[in-house]
């Protein structure tokens, strides 16, 4: 059977949505994070992605979700995070469907449902609920409406959140559909800010109120973009709690332009909004397009600019965990880990090894690195980019629950009652810019320590990130954990001598990125100097042995 038996409409509403021409031969490829490309060539892949979600919710029996969002990109480009029952993202074993639906040429979209339909063994009959929101980007509007479209001609029923940050989607999903995890009203948005205001609170109980209130602000850079919204509200549920001041907003600039997570971890630049003279000592943070990284930032006295990057933040939390573990005895009864990718600061490792955290590595993508970090039994995963967060496993929660009402000692509830609020407090879907932003305040409240003192626990090594564009990124090839490039051969060989020369210490690699039509270049050395002629050097080369286009890369 087909489902144009129970859709003849699909025969009329395909050809509407028919891939724009504009796209070409070009095949669209289910990235790092979903599909991303510029907003004018996605509309086809929007609706079909409609389509798609309603398919795997009827698969599941369960709610799923669609983001639309091209986070750090720039404002013109657009995108699709599909979010997954478990308030994941999308089972990769889905991804082919995804590319197949998106690049069907018309006349074969039924075709590929039914392969998906037959495959999967979906009863077409059963109910399919799907949620979706979007980020702030002009194209959003139009494109989460095409989805719902699309998600309605197959039966679908769709609740359009609007405008909610990414992790927030997850965060309903994950709510809704798994009732045991929902201990407060919190699958809803309102729910969601009292979820992490309650938590804060509990985090910070030990701490003299007065002394919270007196508390210097948190500035935080939206990047132009939907956290702003979102984060305005929370902050009037923290109250006196946690001063947060609010800048780069939807309405005072370009999305992600010369601000953002991105833009300050890539770029190594203070975000615009934010000046030498005006913001020295002020403890800062920069969020991403939909707010699902976070990465902290100041300038000291002397008006020099330092970046506190995913890497360290996931620091931060482990000494948190090992710590509570500790206290409880249970650091040889329950795992503890951080998975980090190839662009985690050598210093970072370091760090962690010298403190007796245990160290994996992924992939780069928050897919990847979820994953691995299910090898523990809480586990910490950060991108350096900012992405990231704590998955604690269900039989650690019920564990530690039940704890609860045998310690007498005073130091041990304490610890207890912290990892449980932490608990509460990060997002245990997805990684979330917000709410791992209240967790580095939480600890900073609780260590008594400014920026500084927090930056302090180890100094990264010098690094430099640049990008390059090239005719075909595909022809760029690497090995599973992306430090080493594996073809061309020519760039593999050139990669390999320049970092020989580099000196000691020195590491390079480039890997194709999966949000954007750009090849990566990461390097780092003993000095600064070092790592900027290192990138530099390993730029052109991928220039010239990748099929660069345009100049090749200069200073
Ligand atoms: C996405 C992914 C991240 C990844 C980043 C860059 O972030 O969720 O895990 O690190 O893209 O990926 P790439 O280097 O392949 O372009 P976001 O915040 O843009 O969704």
Redesign the pocket.
């Known amino acids: 059977a087909s489902i144009l038996e129970k859709v003849p409409r699909l025969m009329d509403e395909l050809p509407k949505h028919s891939k724009p021409a504009a796209l070409g031969d070009k095949v669209l490829s289910y990235?790092?994070?979903g599909f991303r490309d510029n907003a004018d060539i996605l509309g086809s892949t929007f609706h079909r992605m409609g389509m798609l979600a309603v398919l795997r919710s009827k698969k599941e029996h369960k709610i799923t979700g669609l983001m639309v969002t091209a986070?750090?990109?720039a404002a013109p480009d657009n995108g699709v995070k599909l979010v997954d029952a478990d308030g994941g993202m999308l089972a990769q074993s889905w991804e082919k469907y995804a590319m197949q639906l998106a690049n069907a040429n018309t006349e074969k979209v039924v075709e590929v449902l039914d392969t998906i339909i037959r495959t999967e063994k979906i009863d077409v009959d059963q109910t399919g609920n799907i949620f979706i929101a979007r980020d702030t980007r002009v194209s959003s509007e139009h494109l989460s409406e095409l989805a719902r479209e699309g998600a309605l001609l197959l039966g679908g029923n769709v609740l359009d959140f609007g405008l909610q940050t990414t992790p927030q989607l997850h965060h309903f999903i994950r709510m809704w559909n798994h009732e045991q995890y929902n201990k407060g009203d919190w699958a809803s948005e309102a729910g969601y800010y009292n979820m992490l205001v309650d938590a804060f609170k509990q985090l910070t109980s030990g701490v003299d109120q007065k002394k919270l209130e007196m508390r210097t602000p948190l500035y935080v850079d939206c990047a132009h973009g939907v956290g702003a919204i979102q984060l305005a509200k929370l902050a009037k549920d923290l109250g006196d709690m946690l001063h947060i001041e609010i800048r780069n907003t939807p309405e005072d600039g370009e999305l992600n332009f010369e601000c953002g997570a991105e833009h300050a971890q890539k770029a190594r630049k203070h975000p615009a909004g934010f000046s030498r003279d005006a913001d020295r000592g002020k403890r800062a943070c920069s969020l991403?397009g939909d707010a699902?990284?976070v990465v902290f930032h100041y300038f000291d006295v002397q008006g020099e600019w330092h970046l506190l990057d995913g890497d360290k933040i996931a620091c931060l939390f482990a000494g948190f965990f090992a710590e509570k573990l500790k206290t409880l005895e249970l650091a040889s009864e329950i795992s503890l880990g951080v998975v980090q990718t190839a662009y985690a600061n050598g210093a970072a490792y370091n760090y962690l090894k010298a403190n007796n955290v245990q160290v994996a590595m992924a992939k780069?993508?928050?897919k990847y690195c979820h994953h691995k970090a299910l090898d523990y039994d809480i586990g910490i995963y950060f991108?350096a980019?900012g992405?990231g967060t704590v998955m604690m496993k269900d039989h650690v929660v019920d564990r530690l629950h039940k704890m609860e009402s045998t310690l007498t000692d005073e130091k041990k509830k304490y610890a207890l009652a912290n990892i449980t609020a932490a608990h509460q407090l990060i997002n245990q879907a997805v990684g979330d810019a917000l709410s791992d932003a209240l967790f580095v305040e939480a600890l900073l409240i609780q260590h008594d320590w400014s920026i500084a003192q927090w930056d302090a626990i180890y100094q990264d090594l010098p690094s430099r990130q640049t990008k390059v564009k090239i005719a075909d990124r595909t022809v760029v090839k690497t090995t599973e954990d992306e430090t080493a490039a594996t073809a061309p051969e020519a760039l593999k060989a050139a990669v390999e001598s320049l970092v020989a020369s580099a000196g000691p210490n020195a590491r390079a690699f480039v890997r194709p990125?999966?949000?954007?039509d750009a090849v990566?270049v990461y390097a780092e050395a003993e000095t600064q100097e070092g790592a900027d002629a290192l990138a530099l050097a390993v730029a052109k080369a991928v220039h010239e042995h990748a099929g660069g286009i345009g100049d090749a890369p200069s200073a």
């Open positions: 990235g790092t994070a986070s750090h990109n991403d699902d990284r780069t993508g928050v991108e980019n992405h990125s999966g949000t954007e990566r």
